[in-house]
């Protein structure tokens, strides 16, 4: 186990924002995990868990304490059933999957990020989401207990999951699949990638805000006039609405003065509340 000094995070997060963090460690298994988190307590420095990095702002500042990056990627088959580490990547998982003729994924194509991020947050799009094939997940808590929960147990609700209020930390994952057309599997997959690319300008989180019961927050905030709007190098794109790109060096300020904005636009004309789905450590 290494640990670094003022790591750029801009380098670990898919928006290529971000300061430098005080310290920073990968950590590859349980027992690398055990010594970063020992290492934050005898220094009695904050931390933070960092999967993908695909749906954080962090400071132009950086971040005052730890950050502890999940490594670990091995990715199981067996029979229907895929065991993923939290580090590994969602694109992996589902390209193993397709290969392997087994259906349940396909609504990941091109979804940036890890495992453990998934669940975190319970990611989806085109009418999927993670908890739909999560059926066992173990996880460990600060004092070091590995703790094994079925997918029912996960507290899996729209863009969240408990372990984004337990403090635990999501070791790897079970997925139960089922078996399908190998090339039907590939084209589905082949066409979300290829929406992804031309409505997700990167680098950007992809969607900041959550929907709201079933409305798009993209089409919330198309609808107050801010499709396009931009402020210093980060901009509300043309494509989607609920997507902020950074098209020119921005900072995460610029970045927070659009998400700003947008909410107060909304709850002017709409009387609603936008919530981020983006993770804001600023």
């Keep these: 186990m290494k640990i670094k000094q003022n790591v750029i ?14 310290y920073f460690i990968g950590v590859k298994n349980i027992d690398e995990l055990k ?45 229907n059933k895929i065991t993923a580490d939290a580090g590994a990547l969602m ?53 070091g207990e590995i703790k094994k929960y079925s997918g029912g147990d996960c507290g899996f609700e729209y863009r969240d999951s408990a372990f984004k209020h ?9 997925f139960k699949l089922k078996s399908g057309d190998r090339e039907k599997l590939k084209a589905e ?20 805000f959550k929907n709201i019961s079933g409305m798009p927050a993209g089409a919330i ?22 997507i902020i790109h950074n098209f020119n060096n921005a900072k995460a300020t610029d970045v927070l003065e659009l998400i700003n904005l947008a909410k107060e636009k909304v709850d002017q004309k709409f009387g609603i509340k936008l919530e981020e789905e983006v993770q804001l450590m600023l």
């Design 189 to 208: 997959v082949f066409d979300h990638i290829k929406y992804r690319k031309t409505k997700h300008r990167m680098p950007s989180c992809g969607s900041v």
């Design 91 to 143: 694109n992996d998982l589902v390209s193993q999957s397709i290969e392997n003729g087994l259906a349940g994924l396909e609504w990941a194509g091109g979804l940036p990020g890890t495992i453990g991020g998934a669940i975190r947050g319970n990611a989806g799009c085109f009418g999927g989401e993670t908890k739909d094939a999560v059926v066992e997940v173990m996880a460990m808590t600060e004092n």
């Design 166 to 174: 337990n403090g635990e930390i999501i070791l790897s994952a079970v």
């Design 221 to 242: 905030i198309e609808a107050c006039g801010l499709k396009g709007k931009a402020i210093g190098g980060a901009r509300i794109t043309e494509e989607h609405s609920n």
């Design 9 to 22: 995070l801009a380098k670990h997060t898919t928006y290529k924002i971000g300061g430098p963090a005080d």
């Design 35 to 79: 010594q970063a988190l020992k290492f934050a307590d005898d220094n009695a420095l904050p931390k933070f868990i960092l999967a993908g990095g695909s749906n954080v702002l962090f400071s132009d500042e950086g971040y005052r304490g730890l950050i502890i990056k999940i490594d670990s990627k091995k990715i199981n088959i067996a029979g």
